[in-house]
């Protein structure tokens, strides 16, 4: 059974810190471009970072660079995102997704929640 699980999201602080992670099962992420995606209640999903399997190659969004790090460890089969210098506009689910390209989404994860509020 194909399966992503995100988890790590949680309430901070502003200016502080989160890794989220995202655990698959069922596929080997090595051979699949992983996606974190984010939303924020009234507002359309936003992509907020992708890394392709193909060459390494990442992507943030405009609003994310500098702060956000994409990762990943193919021994524990997951990807990472550390997020850094949290701001309240961070606040979203986060999702984590995977698919053959950056751009083209086969499986997603179920969310989890970012708050950063003080």
């Known amino acids: 059974q194909v399966q992503l699980v995100a988890s790590g999201g949680g309430l901070v602080q502003p200016g502080g810190s989160l890794r989220l992670s995202c655990a698959a099962s069922g596929f080997t992420l090595e051979a699949y471009a992983i996606g974190w995606f984010r939303q924020a209640p009234g507002k359309e999903r936003e992509r907020v970072s992708c890394i392709s399997d193909s060459d390494g190659s990442v992507y943030y969004a405009d ?12 021994a524990k089969n997951t990807v990472y995102l550390q997020m850094n210098s949290l701001k309240p506009e961070d606040t ?27």
């Open 63 to 74: 609003s994310v660079k500098g702060r956000f790090t994409i990762s990943r460890d193919y």
């Open 92 to 118: 979203a689910v986060y999702y984590c997704t995977a698919g053959p390209a950056c751009g083209s989404w086969h499986y997603w994860g179920q969310g989890t929640q970012v708050t950063v509020s003080s």
